[in-house]
């Protein structure tokens, strides 16, 4: 099996853009005459390839806030270069941790984003009540950020794509309301780094794509850049290993074996591939900013 079966295979086999997302869309459109301020989320791993780029003319004409969630899972000097980058193309932003980040800090950008808005319907005599729409591609963490600002689980929340497939209205004060959405991808990604980036943090469902290759390209790439960090988790010994080699190496170093010693690459390409997810190999930035920051 060669790279391109990760995710290009074929547009049927992939399923890249199935019918709710163009119904997602539609929903968006409907609701965005609504709203005051659109939130941004993409994860801080890959800020990158985790932002749809139908977005930027869909909500052009909207206060926009761009949101590095999942920040507790990258690395902190890279995220920093991140929001460098992102500032000096003109765009409000900001890292945040949807599990720890502090409800406030958000909410003060939200209303210094609305600040406007709501000053221009003062004049008139009117107590505005803001509403936000909070976007993003799939397993984002919208529903768990969107609950955070909340203080309290409304929006329904997992580790898997899809789990919003309609809109939901959340009432965070008596005059902020919140626009919980579905992960939205866009209709064609010709970007096969991009497309792999997303496979690794989950934002394509694991079903519809190799997970032994895909968890092969991503030790790869972690031996490349965190050699220590991979050789430590899955206690390689051969960490010249490259390929299905490098995926038996580590069901060896962690004992993934059936009966015979066969090497279960299954469960030990599902495992690396939720470890990788959970954190457990530590704080790790896939996309490195550009330099050229102007």
Excluded at 71 to 94: H, K
Excluded at 188 to 208: E, H, K, P, S, Y
Excluded at 247 to 265: F, I, K, S
Aim: charged share 30%; net charge positive.
């Amino acid at each position: 099996m060669n790279d391109d079966m990760i995710l290009r295979a074929d547009e049927k086999k992939i399923n890249w853009y199935p019918g709710h997302m163009a119904r997602a869309k539609r929903l968006l459109c409907e609701q965005l005459s609504r709203v005051d301020v659109v939130v941004e989320l993409c994860d801080a791993r890959i800020p990158r390839a985790s932002r749809n780029p139908d977005l930027g003319e869909l909500v052009k004409n909207k206060h926009r806030l761009l949101i590095l969630n999942k920040a507790d899972l990258a690395e902190e000097s890279e995220t920093r270069a991140w929001l460098a980058y992102f500032r000096a193309q003109g765009l409000d932003c900001m890292s945040f941790d949807s599990a720890k980040g502090r409800a406030k800090d958000v909410l003060a950008r939200i209303e210094r984003a609305a600040s406007d808005e709501v000053a221009r319907m003062a004049a008139r005599g009117v107590r505005k009540t803001v509403r936000v729409m909070v976007v993003g591609v799939p397993n984002v963490g919208k529903s768990t950020f969107t609950n955070k600002i909340n203080g309290a689980s409304i929006a329904r929340t997992g580790d898997r794509p899809g789990v919003t497939r309609s809109n939901q209205w959340v009432r965070i004060t008596p005059y902020l309301e919140l626009l919980d959405t579905p992960g939205l991808l866009w209709p064609r990604l010709d970007d096969q780094q991009d497309a792999r980036a997303l496979a690794f943090v989950g934002t394509i469902n694991d079903q519809i794509m190799d997970q032994q290759m895909l968890a092969i390209r991503l030790m790869e790439l972690l031996m490349r850049d965190k050699p220590q960090a991979v050789t430590a988790r899955f206690k390689l010994r051969d960490t010249q290993a490259t390929g299905v080699a490098l995926l038996e190496e580590a069901c060896r170093g962690r004992g993934w074996l059936m009966p015979g010693g066969v090497y279960d690459t299954d469960r030990g390409a599902a495992v690396i591939l939720d470890e990788f997810r959970g954190g457990k190999l530590g704080r790790i930035t896939l996309q490195r900013a550009p330099e050229d920051r102007g």
